[in-house]
Nanobody, 129 residues
Framework: QVQLIESGGGLVQAGGSLRLSCAAS????????MAWFRQRPGKEREPVVA????????FYADSVKSRVTIVRDNGKNTAYLQMNSLRPEDTAVYYC??????????????????????WGQGTQVTVSS
């Protein structure tokens, strides 16, 4: 089992920044991929960023690509999603997820929510205009 603890959401004005964190504990030796998804009101859950722990593959949604940075702390099994220049349309519940399947599995499925095995509780990000 893997447990994920998320933090860092909140209310911010448009143009502001937030940093989300996701800390994994438990059977972390099997972590091969991590991702953030978000679910905006009335919308399907969508991928925001995803990466393999090996560093050989990553995904960034076009809508956030120039505005986000991922920082990993391998020793703590923690990753941080730094989001800048936030927009009202970024308002959503953000979910961290990890995948424990064979690393090659995430070659072309890294942004597929069904490829992830454990999910955090979600954190609300609200961007006011």
């Amino acid at each position: 089992q893997v447990q994920l603890i998320e933090s860092g959401g909140g209310l911010v004005q448009a143009g502001g920044s937030l940093r989300l964190s996701c800390a994994a504990s438990g059977r972390t030796v099997r972590l091969h991929a991590m991702a953030w998804f978000r679910q905006r009101p009335g919308k399907e859950r969508e991928p925001v960023v995803a990466f393999t722990w090996s560093g050989n593959n990553a995904f960034y949604a076009d809508s956030v690509k120039s505005r986000v940075t991922i920082v990993r702390d391998n020793g703590k099994n923690t990753a941080y999603l730094q989001m800048n220049s936030l927009r009202p349309e970024d308002t959503a519940v953000y979910y961290c997820a990890v995948g424990t399947r064979n690393p090659t599995f995430y070659g072309d499925r890294i942004s597929d929510k069904d490829a992830y095995d454990y999910w955090g509780q979600g954190t609300q990000v609200t961007v006011s205009s």
